[in-house]
């Protein structure tokens, strides 16, 4: 078992004043918590010398790590690097290596190749390069009194780069005796609480090597089993044993026994029956279209997505009946039974789904209120089920829910479970 401690300091203005959201510490954070390394401490500090001298100072005396991101980049308010070669007492010597992969991505990009530029192939020779093969900006590994301090670029996909081929590898070597293995179980359809209940008795059997977390997202909750031990042959034996438990025991709501989003279940189910889906979408304005071809390989079994926002693209690219329209309104389950034959016909699918809704915040229409969503999910030999939602929260979210529980009623309808 890791007792090592962690820190993060992350760098810049831009954080201080709320421009900038700090995702670094959170991904770093997931990333080290799945094998088992704490990270005790998060700070945040502007690009100030004093700040993040300090910062330093007081991290260093708290955690055997301090892992930075920020301030590594080309301008002259990016002060991290000439910092940390003096608080280590280092010299910045050009790194050849560093320096040919910035000229190969100026030479490729056609861009100018600037005095500025030159200067980030500098590193401390005190430290280890952490090569950045998305940037400009290497990452640097100080070992400094039994202590390693890491700095890596702001750029959120730079830093992770980083970490997934330089730094995680390298603290799995140094810090991780004992094997780590996660399983999962994912649900949709019910809230944790729920979920804590029914399970109760099992969470508690749990012996002290393994934990279970409760992951929430919009309309799913993800189980994770976390187990530790010195022989991962008889842990993945005793994982899989609990992750049968839990998947019995919670069999109406599981979705998954390995962590992926539910348009993933939904695509190995349709590649497997060898058959095709699309989507006439109103109110999540092609958000299933877009997470569903998210997947690699989409064209297998996605046609495509109407996004027939306006009452005419509903008449006259999907055939909604004006009179339908007239008698019923937009937002009914007999315009979304005839916006999904629309989208059969049209995109010439296997199954489809419909989705008309009003989602907020205000509603120029007496008759529904705000946060109603009819779905119509159908296949080609004319077998349609309809259902009416209700969602409660902002704009954003109740689209976030509402294309969950359209992509958890395709997966029940293909189930032929709904
Ligand atoms: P820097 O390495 O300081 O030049 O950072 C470059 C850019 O990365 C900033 O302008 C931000 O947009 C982004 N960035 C910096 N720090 C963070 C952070 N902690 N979380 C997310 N994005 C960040
Ligand atoms: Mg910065």
């Given at each position: 078992m890791s007792n090592?401690?962690?820190s993060i300091i992350t760098i810049g203005d831009e954080l201080l004043i709320g421009q900038t959201i700090d995702t670094n510490s959170a991904w770093i954070a997931q990333k080290l918590n799945a094998l088992g390394i704490d990270v005790i401490r998060r700070v945040a500090v502007g690009d100030d010398k004093l700040a993040i001298t300090s910062a330093l100072d007081e991290e260093l005396s708290k955690s055997a790590i301090v892992l930075i991101t920020g301030g590594l980049g080309p301008t002259a308010d990016d002060i991290t690097k000439p910092l940390l070669c003096e608080y280590f007492g280092g010299k910045l010597v050009v790194d050849e290596i560093v320096l040919a992969h910035i000229v190969d991505i100026f030479t490729r990009r056609n861009r100018p190749f600037l005095d500025r530029n030159m200067k980030q192939a500098e590193l401390p020779d005190n430290c280890t390069v952490l090569f950045n093969k998305m940037g400009t900006a290497p990452g640097m590994w100080f070992d400094k009194d039994g202590k390693i301090i890491i700095a890596m670029p702001g750029v959120p996909f730079e830093m992770m780069s980083i970490m997934e081929d330089e730094?995680?590898?390298?603290?799995?070597?140094?810090?991780?005796?004992?094997?780590?293995?996660?399983?999962?179980?994912?649900?949709?359809?019910?809230?944790?609480?729920?979920?804590?209940?029914?399970?109760?008795?099992?969470?508690?059997?749990?012996?002290?090597?393994?934990?279970?977390?409760?992951?929430?997202?919009?309309?799913?909750?993800?189980?994770?089993?976390?187990?530790?031990?010195?022989d991962p042959l008889a842990l993945s034996v005793e994982l899989d044993k609990y992750q049968k438990q839990l998947a019995e025991r919670l069999r109406n709501i599981v979705v998954a026994l390995e962590d992926i989003p539910m348009e993933q279940v939904i695509a190995k189910i349709l590649l497997e029956k060898n058959a095709s889906i699309g989507f006439?979408?109103?109110?999540?304005?092609?958000?299933?279209?877009?997470?569903?071809?998210?997947?690699?390989?989409?064209?297998?079994?996605?046609?495509?997505?109407?996004?027939?926002?306006?009452?005419?693209?509903k008449k006259n690219v999907l055939g909604v009946k004006q009179e339908t329209l007239d008698n019923n309104g937009v937002i009914s389950e007999q315009?979304?039974?005839?916006?999904?034959?629309?989208?059969?016909?049209?995109?010439?699918?296997?199954?489809?789904?419909?989705?008309?809704?009003?989602?907020g915040p205000a509603s120029d229409d007496d008759e529904v209120e705000v946060g109603t969503v009819w779905m119509a999910v159908a296949d080609k030999a004319g077998t349609i089920k309809t259902k009416k939602f209700r969602f409660y929260y902002d704009r954003l979210r109740n689209k976030e829910m509402a294309v969950q529980a359209a992509f958890r009623m395709i997966h029940?309808?293909?189930?032929g479970d709904l």
């Amino acid at each position: 078992m890791s007792n090592i401690k962690v820190s993060i300091i992350t760098i810049g203005d831009e954080l201080l004043i709320g421009q900038t959201i700090d995702t670094n510490s959170a991904w770093i954070a997931q990333k080290l918590n799945a094998l088992g390394i704490d990270v005790i401490r998060r700070v945040a500090v502007g690009d100030d010398k004093l700040a993040i001298t300090s910062a330093l100072d007081e991290e260093l005396s708290k955690s055997a790590i301090v892992l930075i991101t920020g301030g590594l980049g080309p301008t002259a308010d990016d002060i991290t690097k000439p910092l940390l070669c003096e608080y280590f007492g280092g010299k910045l010597v050009v790194d050849e290596i560093v320096l040919a992969h910035i000229v190969d991505i100026f030479t490729r990009r056609n861009r100018p190749f600037l005095d500025r530029n030159m200067k980030q192939a500098e590193l401390p020779d005190n430290c280890t390069v952490l090569f950045n093969k998305m940037g400009t900006a290497p990452g640097m590994w100080f070992d400094k009194d039994g202590k390693i301090i890491i700095a890596m670029p702001g750029v959120p996909f730079e830093m992770m780069s980083i970490m997934e081929d330089e730094v995680l590898p390298r603290f799995e070597k140094q810090f991780i005796s004992d094997a780590l293995l996660h399983y999962s179980v994912i649900t949709a359809g019910e809230g944790e609480s729920f979920i804590a209940e029914k399970i109760q008795d099992i969470e508690e059997s749990l012996p002290v090597h393994i934990k279970l977390a409760y992951l929430p997202g919009a309309g799913n909750v993800k189980l994770r089993l976390t187990g530790r031990g010195k022989d991962p042959l008889a842990l993945s034996v005793e994982l899989d044993k609990y992750q049968k438990q839990l998947a019995e025991r919670l069999r109406n709501i599981v979705v998954a026994l390995e962590d992926i989003p539910m348009e993933q279940v939904i695509a190995k189910i349709l590649l497997e029956k060898n058959a095709s889906i699309g989507f006439a979408e109103s109110c999540t304005g092609g958000n299933l279209g877009h997470l569903i071809t998210q997947i690699p390989g989409a064209t297998d079994f996605f046609c495509g997505s109407i996004v027939s926002y306006r009452e005419e693209i509903k008449k006259n690219v999907l055939g909604v009946k004006q009179e339908t329209l007239d008698n019923n309104g937009v937002i009914s389950e007999q315009t979304a039974i005839e916006m999904v034959q629309g989208a059969i016909r049209v995109l010439n699918c296997d199954y489809a789904l419909s989705v008309t809704g009003l989602l907020g915040p205000a509603s120029d229409d007496d008759e529904v209120e705000v946060g109603t969503v009819w779905m119509a999910v159908a296949d080609k030999a004319g077998t349609i089920k309809t259902k009416k939602f209700r969602f409660y929260y902002d704009r954003l979210r109740n689209k976030e829910m509402a294309v969950q529980a359209a992509f958890r009623m395709i997966h029940k309808f293909l189930l032929g479970d709904l």
